[in-house]
């Protein structure tokens, strides 16, 4: 069964950057494509960030605005997700997923993915 693990969670200040990893087992990194949720309480999930491996696309939701970067590691079955200049409205948990990508049609949309993480909480906050 695939299994996912993401880590790098933490409280940081405002401004402040983290590295979120997810760690990929029980199949092959290279047919799937992995998306980074987040959820704050009270709110939906949102999609952040996406990366595709059959084509390399990336894509960002729009509150992005250029300060995260998603990136893998093939060798080592792990996704990251580089978070700069964070703000308080940043704070969420966030997960983790994986789908096949051949048959990936809407990248943040939460149907799309059979495969999830528990979750890794951030916390933006002076």
């Known amino acids: 069964e695939v299994q996912i693990v993401e880590s790098g969670g933490a409280l940081v200040q405002p401004g402040g950057s983290l590295r979120l990893s997810c760690v990929v087992s029980g199949t092959s990194f290279d047919d799937y494509a992995f998306t980074w949720f987040r959820q704050a309480p009270g709110k939906d999930r949102e999609g952040v960030s996406t990366?595709?491996?059959?084509?390399?696309?990336?894509y960002y939701a729009r509150f992005v605005e250029g300060r995260f970067s998603i990136s893998s590691d093939s060798a080592k079955n792990t996704v990251y997700l580089q978070m700069k200049n964070l703000r308080p409205e940043d704070t969420a948990v966030y997960y983790c997923a994986a789908t096949v990508s051949t048959t990936l049609s809407n990248p943040f949309a939460t149907y799309e993915y059979p495969y999830w993480g528990q979750g890794t909480q951030v916390t933006v906050s002076s």
């Open positions: 990366i595709t491996h059959h084509d390399g696309d990336t």
